[in-house]
C-alpha cells in the first residue's frame, strides 16, 4: 500500500537522517543563536575546530601559489616560497596578538581559517588587479604614439578644415541672432511673473500681520489666567500628605472646608459630597491629578456651578486659610480653573479663527510659491538659453582664430614652396 511504504519512508528518514551544521564563532551572530535555540548545545555534538599548524598553513599557501606567474626557473620556485612563509607569518601574528589582547582587554579576536584563505586570496586578487593596471599603461603608451602620428597626418587636412570653419562661424552667428530674439521674449514673460509674485507676497504679508495680531490677542487672555493658575499648581505642589490627612480625618468637616471639597469634586465628575471627598483624598495621585487636571474641557454645566460657589463673599483663600491651609491651597485651585475656563472660552472663538487664516495663509503660500517656480523655470530657461548663446560666441571666435591660423599657416607653407 503506499501509505504503508511512505511510513516506512518517513521512519527510515527519522532514523538515519544526520543535520551538519558549520558556525563561525565570530561576532555576535553565533551568541544569539545559542540563546534562541538552546538546543543547538543541549542536543547537538559540538565539534570545535582548532586552529591550523603551521605547516598547514605553508602547505595551503603553497598549494594556491602553484597558479601564480611569478617568473620562471629556481627563481619563481624560491619567490613563491618566501610569500608562502610571509603569509603564514602575518596569520600566526595576528594570532599571538588576539591572544594577548584577550589576557589584557577580556576581548575576543577570533582568526579563523578563513581568515588565512582570504588573505592568501587577496594577495592573488591584488596581484592581478596590479599586472593589469600595469599593462592597461602600457597600452595607453601605446595609444599616445599611435595619436602623436595621427595628428600629424591631420593636419595635413587642415586647408579642407579652413573652409568649413569658415561655414560654421557663419552658421554659429546666425544662431546666436536667433537666440537674441527668444532671450527678449523669455525675459519679458520673467517681468510679468516677477511683478505676480511680488503681487501674491505683499498679500501673504497682510495675512500674516493678522494672523499674528488674532495670535497676540489670543495669548495676552490666556496670560491673564496663566498667574493665578501657576500660583494655585504652587500651593499644591507645597500640600503634603499631613495636609491631606488633616481635611480627611474630619467626620463633619467645616462648613468652609465642605464646600471648598465639594467644588472640587464637581470639577473632578464626582458626587459633591464629604464622603466621595474623603475616598478621592485618599487617592496617592490626588494631588498630582489636580495639577493634571484637563482644565480646557470643562463643560459649561460645570463652570456655571464653580461660578456659583466662586461668587460667595467667603470662598477666598484668605478665608479658607483660616480654617485650613489645604482648604485654601484647594480654593485657589478651583477659582484659577473656572478663571481658567472662562478665559478659553473667549480665547477659543480667536483660536478657531486663527486656524482659518493660518489655512488661507497656507494657501497663499503655496500659491506663491508654484508662481515662484514657474518663475525660476523661466529664468532657468533664460539662463540656459544665455549659456547656450555664450558657448555659441565662444565657439565662432575659437573656430574665427583657429581659421585666422591655419589660414597664416598654409600661407607660410605655400611661401616656402615657392
Given at each position: ?189 520673467a517681468d510679468e511673473q516677477q ?24 495669548q495676552q487672555d490666556l496670560e ?195
Open positions: 500500500q503506499p501509505d504503508v511504504v511512505f511510513a516506512f519512508l518517513i521512519e527510515r528518514v527519522r532514523n538515519n537522517l544526520r543535520v551538519v551544521l558549520c558556525m563561525s564563532p565570530v561576532g555576535d551572530p553565533f551568541r544569539n543563536r545559542i540563546r534562541q535555540y538552546p538546543a543547538f548545545v543541549n542536543c547537538t555534538t559540538i565539534d570545535w575546530f582548532s586552529e591550523w599548524p603551521k605547516d598547514a598553513l605553508l602547505e595551503v599557501s603553497e598549494k594556491y601559489l602553484e597558479e601564480v606567474n611569478l617568473g620562471d626557473g629556481d627563481t619563481a620556485a624560491e619567490l613563491r616560497k618566501n610569500v608562502a612563509q610571509i603569509f603564514v607569518a602575518v596569520h600566526r601574528s595576528v594570532v599571538e596578538k588576539s591572544n594577548l589582547m584577550l589576557l589584557e582587554m577580556r576581548r575576543h579576536n577570533y582568526v579563523t581559517p578563513t581568515n588565512y584563505l582570504e588573505l592568501v586570496s587577496g594577495y592573488k586578487r591584488l596581484l592581478d588587479e596590479k599586472r593589469k593596471e600595469l599593462g592597461d599603461a602600457a597600452t595607453k603608451l601605446k595609444n599616445g604614439l599611435f595619436k602623436l602620428d595621427d595628428t600629424r597626418k591631420k593636419v595635413e587636412a587642415m586647408s579642407i578644415e579652413l573652409e568649413e570653419a569658415k561655414v560654421k562661424v557663419a552658421e554659429f552667428q546666425k544662431q546666436c541672432e536667433e537666440y537674441l530674439v527668444i532671450i527678449v521674449q523669455q525675459k519679458r514673460e511683478k505676480a509674485v511680488g503681487a501674491r507676497s505683499e498679500k501673504i504679508a497682510e495675512e500674516e500681520e493678522e494672523c499674528k495680531k488674532i495670535a497676540d490677542t489670543a491673564a489666567a496663566l498667574p493665578a493658575l501657576e500660583e494655585a499648581v504652587k500651593a499644591l505642589e507645597a500640600l503634603n500628605k499631613k495636609d491631606l490627612t488633616e481635611i480627611k480625618s474630619y467626620g463633619n468637616p467645616p462648613e468652609l472646608v465642605g464646600r471648598v471639597m465639594r467644588a472640587v469634586m464637581i470639577l473632578r465628575g464626582g458626587e459633591p459630597s464629604w464622603a466621595e471627598a474623603k475616598r478621592q483624598l485618599g487617592d496617592p495621585n490626588f494631588i498630582k491629578q489636580l495639577i493634571n487636571f484637563d482644565k480646557e474641557n470643562m463643560s459649561d454645566r460645570v463652570l456655571k456651578k464653580i461660578g456659583q460657589y466662586c461668587a460667595q463673599p467667603d470662598f477666598e483663600p484668605v478665608t479658607m486659610g483660616r480654617v485650613s491651609q489645604a482648604a485654601r491651597s484647594l480654593c485657589m485651585w478651583v477659582r484659577a480653573m473656572e478663571v481658567y475656563g472662562r478665559v478659553f472660552r473667549v480665547i477659543e472663538p480667536k483660536r478657531q479663527r486663527l486656524a482659518q487664516a493660518t489655512r488661507r495663509l497656507d494657501k497663499t503660500q503655496a500659491e506663491l510659491a508654484d508662481a515662484k517656480a514657474r518663475l525660476q523655470e523661466v529664468q532657468d530657461r533664460i539662463d540656459d538659453l544665455k549659456k547656450q548663446c555664450d558657448e555659441k560666441l565662444a565657439r565662432k571666435e575659437e573656430l574665427r582664430k583657429s581659421a585666422e591660423l591655419t589660414e597664416l599657416k598654409l600661407e607660410r607653407a605655400r611661401s616656402e614652396e615657392r
